[in-house]
Each structure stands twice: as C-alpha cells, then as structure tokens.
C-alpha cells in the first residue's frame, strides 16, 4: 500500500462521449480504495489506436474533473503504466474487460489489476453509430420532402 495505507487507485481511458459505463467504472473504481487518480487520453494518444474523439481532449479533461469520484485528473500520454506506478504510486489499476490481459505486467510491479466487466450497450462507439444512423435517417427524409415530379 501507498504512504499512510492510503489506497491509490489509477483508471485511465479515453472518455470520448461520456456516458454510463463510463461512470460505472469510475464509481467501482473509488469504491477500491482511498484516492481515485484519472488519467484522461491525449487525442495525440487516441489517434494511435483508434479513430478521433468527438469531444476534444480539453473538454474530455474537464468533464473528469467536474465528476465528484475522481480525486485528481491528469493528462495520459501513453498506454505503458509502468512509469506512472513509479510516479503516482498507485496500489490498484481499473480498466475496461475489453483490455484484457493487456495490463497484467503491472502485477511484476506490485499492482492488483481489476478489469471492470463493462457492459453491453453504452460505449462511445454505438453513440457514434447511433447519432449517424438517426442524422441520416433526417438527412434521407429531408432529401425525399420534396420529391422531383416526372410530371409538369
């Protein structure tokens, strides 16, 4: 454990769309120790491993820091930990069940890892579908309010 048997926990993710899981994670993630530290992907950092966020960087940062479970917000700028347990000197890391195994060499270095079942549904991907599918739905209904008559 951390100075004073304080537990720090560490979760970091990308928090493009805020949304349930989102807070689902967070909540079960303070509720694992004493300090929640979040670490909030960079949209360089996003850029490397998948498509870019709507929401930017700055305003992804802020929406974490005005939740009220995180302690402490930070930018993160790569997916390697291992430095960030020396730094931060945090005892648990929570991420998503969709990085499983991904973060176990933490373990060598003194960190319990949980991997948070996430959930069906909500992910800021199926919002991203979700709102394309609906404007194009308007888009399609709006090109066909008028139809071009043959007739004239």
């Known amino acids: ?11 970091s993710g990308t928090f ?10 967070l909540e079960y993630a303070k509720g694992l120790g004493d300090t929640l530290i979040v670490g909030v992907n960079t949209d360089e950092l996003v850029s490397t491993y998948k ?7 700055e305003e992804r940062l ?9 302690d402490i917000v930070i930018p993160q700028h790569s ?14 890391f929570v991420v998503g069940d ?8 933490l373990e060598e270095l003194g960190v319990t890892v949980f991997y ?8 800021s991907t199926n919002i991203k579908e979700k709102v394309y599918k609906q404007y194009s739905k308007l ?4 090109d066909n309010h008028f139809p071009l008559s043959t007739e004239t």
């Open 1 to 11: 454990m951390s100075k004073k048997n304080k537990v720090v926990v560490y979760t």
């Open 16 to 25: 493009d769309m805020l949304h349930i899981n989102h807070l689902s994670l």
């Open 51 to 57: 498509t870019t966020c709507i929401v930017p960087f």
């Open 62 to 70: 802020a929406l974490l820091r005005a939740l009220k479970g995180p």
């Open 79 to 92: 997916l390697n930990h291992a430095d960030k347990v020396r730094k931060l000197n945090f005892d648990i």
């Open 98 to 105: 969709d990085w499983v195994d991904k973060y176990d060499y």
């Open 116 to 123: 948070f079942p996430y959930g069906m549904g909500a992910s």
């Open 139 to 142: 888009i399609e209904k709006s």
